[in-house]
């Protein structure tokens, strides 16, 4: 394996009872209209950002929490988790107001500041941003979200709720209106992004919630691969982390999007974990706009999410890449969503999802195009691999279209991995896991294969890790 430094090269070896003690600022539990004036008075959030907050926590009010997802859990009591944690602010000069030593300590275990570029988000604020003046240099803007709302207002105000609006969702209006830090990215036009830049969220309270937002604008011409990460550690109770994301394409812009989901997925007992439900939504505003979803779910007691791309402009691009695991009794109804209304615009999704153990993994899918989406085209493959008699896999995928001169293409399958295929291998000298996890990478081969080199190794060796 390669020797380069790699931000998630510990990520995946830590036990998950790893977590930090420190002293920390924290409100009290429940939600309401104090809480929300509270967290953006600690955050000295100008007066227009509390005014978006609590138009959306008016109209939070007013919704139910949907329950079509193919999974199982407990109501959740919302006044019942704080909304605000972060750690005393560091005496240190110069090092960032939330960068203490015991969080730096926590980053350094896990491997997160060999990383060149990576703005770092503990509980509910940004701790750290790293290479954000010589970025600046460039033009390219890249610092937390927080920041952002403080020194780039204007930026902020045009493009919040635009992609994904106020009232979309349950969990993103919630998002809106308690949202605690996060991600802003600006490449100007006809800038090439020099290094990858990355996110890292780590939950580390108990009893603590995280909102992150992440915003990412894409002017003419530019280009951005940009890698989130995350973790952890085991509670005895669940927590929830409903996450946004917006980004915002220009003509010929485009972007490589990488997740890697190592949330906490609990005990056997289905005790703690993580509720993952996230909103991920990329509109290509312009011509010849591209977008290219690479994700790995592997963590989270429940993961629900659908990472989407409106193809508005015309010979726009969306590719979609995933494989989603699952073991011990995790529940994953996850998938993607385009929406074709340019011409001749173009989607590709490859999606493996793996169930072991107790786990039930669920591939859900919306292929939309509209009337005057004259030759657009769509290609879907979706494949699930199976590992016992207790697990179960599904596949939930919905087509319309409104266009005669489009082509729509979808194949998807079934299968599990026999005695006989594990018997040929141990005869060859190969132990029962050495076997599982050869079967597996030659499962995923045509998704690791469109990956950089060293992601590709570091994702062989997560696949084979997991299946200890």
């Known amino acids: 394996m390669s020797k380069k430094k790699n931000i998630f090269k510990k990520l995946f070896k830590y036990k998950e009872g790893f977590y930090t003690k420190l002293k920390t600022k924290e ?10 004036k509270k967290i953006s008075k600690i955050k000295k959030e100008p007066s227009w950002m ?72 503990f509980d509910s604020v940004s701790v750290k941003t790293k290479y954000e003046e010589k970025l600046s240099k460039l033009g390219i803007i890249f610092c937390s979200f927080n920041k952002a709302i403080k020194k780039y207002p204007k930026l902020i105000k045009k493009y919040i709720c635009k992609v994904v609006p106020i009232n979309d969702n349950f969990f993103s209006t919630l998002n809106t209106a308690v949202l605690s830090d996060g991600t802003f990215i600006y ?24 909102f992150e937002r992440t915003l990412i604008i894409l002017k003419k011409n530019s280009y951005l691969e940009y890698l989130e990460g995350c973790s952890s550690p085991t509670r005895k109770k669940h927590q ?24 906490s997925l609990g005990n056997k007992k289905q005790k703690g974990g993580i509720y993952n439900f996230v909103t991920k939504r990329c509109l290509c505003k312009e011509k010849k706009s591209k977008i290219s979803w690479i994700q790995l779910e592997i963590g989270s007691s429940i993961t629900w999410k659908y990472p989407s791309t409106i193809l508005l402009g015309n010979n726009s691009l969306s ?33 493996k999802s793996i169930s072991m153990n107790h786990s039930k993994n669920t591939y859900r899918s919306l292929i939309k195009i509209n009337k005057k989406s004259n030759k657009s085209k769509n290609f879907t493959q979706c494949n699930s ?30 299968t599990y991995i026999k005695d006989e295929q594990i018997f040929f291998l141990q005869q060859r000298g190969i132990n029962y896991n050495d076997s599982i996890s050869m079967i597996i990478q030659g499962f995923c081969k045509n998704i690791i294969n469109l990956l950089p080199l060293d992601f590709s190794l570091e994702i062989q060796e997560i696949l084979y890790n997991n299946l200890k």
């Open 385 to 414: 691999l199976i590992i016992g008699n207790n697990c179960s896999s599904h596949a939930f995928p919905k087509i319309k279209s409104k266009n005669k001169n489009s082509v729509i293409e979808h194949e998807t399958s079934s």
């Open 27 to 36: 409100i009290k539990k429940g939600i309401n209209k104090n809480i929300i």
């Open 187 to 210: 490449i100007p036009k006809n800038i090439k992004c020099p290094i990858e830049l990355s996110s890292y969220f780590r939950i580390n309270s108990k009893n603590t919630n995280q």
């Open 50 to 121: 509390l005014k978006i907050r609590l138009k959306a926590y008016k109209i939070w009010k007013k919704m139910n929490e949907p329950h079509w997802l193919n999974a199982k859990y407990k109501k959740i009591n919302y006044q019942n988790y704080k909304y605000y944690s972060a750690p005393k602010k560091s005496k240190k000069k110069n090092n960032g107001d939330f960068f203490t030593k015991k969080v730096e300590h926590t980053f350094n275990k896990l491997g997160i500041l060999k990383k060149k570029a990576v703005d770092i988000i």
């Open 319 to 351: 590719n979609f890449n995933s494989i989603s695991i699952t073991k011990l009794n995790q529940q994953s109804d996850t998938g993607t969503k385009v929406i074709h209304i340019g011409k001749k615009t173009k989607s590709l999704i490859f999606s």
């Open 240 to 263: 929830l982390h409903a996450a946004v994301v917006e980004i915002i394409l220009h003509k010929k812009s485009e972007i490589k999007y990488s997740t890697v989901q190592n949330w």
